[in-house]
């Protein structure tokens, strides 16, 4: 891909990359950057972008990816615990055993799932993705990913209604 048609594209592409990288961070300003990082990755491979199926979805794709990179990177903080929280937090370790219990069964019961269930409810509960974004980024119908995401969330039930039996 030379040059100007790389350019065209990123004009075309830039709104919409925009508009998910600001629902995803919130801020205008990580926006932008988020965007500018979007369009240097794919400058990056442009020599393969003729290759690839859909460079919209690739593109939502590294858009998304850089976000949740973002989203991690923000949630570690390290902080000093006060007294009152280190004396809350000895009471409630059965509790918070039990959460990381609960925890570990949902994330194993979720990799048990079917691959292309386990992507399609990760996309939609994790990274917040409309039905029409999942379908676009996956290249399939609306249709199957509802499909998809009723199956994944009736076989999760069934096996929480096993477990607590």
């Known amino acids: 891909m030379e040059k100007e048609e790389f350019c065209t594209l990123a004009r075309q592409l830039r709104a919409d990359i925009l508009a998910?990288?600001?629902r995803f961070l919130g801020s205008q300003a990580e926006a932008e950057d988020n965007v500018q990082d979007t369009l240097l990755r794919l400058w990056t491979i442009r020599a393969?972008?003729?290759?690839?199926?859909?460079?919209?979805?690739?593109?939502?794709?590294?858009?998304?990816n850089l976000c949740i990179s973002k989203l991690r990177k923000r949630r570690i903080v390290a902080?000093?615990?006060?007294?009152?929280i280190r004396l809350a937090s000895e009471h409630d370790s059965q509790w918070m055993l039990e959460e990381k219990e609960n925890a570990q069964w949902l994330e194993?019961?979720?990799?048990?799932?079917?691959?292309?269930?386990?992507?399609?409810?990760?996309?939609s509960q994790q990274d917040g993705l409309e039905n029409s974004e999942?379908?676009?980024v996956l290249g399939i119908s609306e249709t199957t990913v509802r499909t998809a995401l009723c199956k994944a969330r009736k076989n999760l039930l069934e096996r929480l209604i096993k477990r607590n039996q």
């Open 134 to 136: 999942i379908a676009e």
């Open 20 to 22: 998910v990288s600001r």
């Open 108 to 123: 194993d019961s979720i990799a048990g799932l079917p691959s292309a269930q386990m992507q399609i409810l990760r996309m």
């Open 79 to 84: 902080m000093e615990l006060s007294n009152e």
């Open 48 to 64: 393969q972008l003729d290759e690839v199926r859909s460079v919209q979805a690739l593109t939502y794709a590294i858009c998304r």
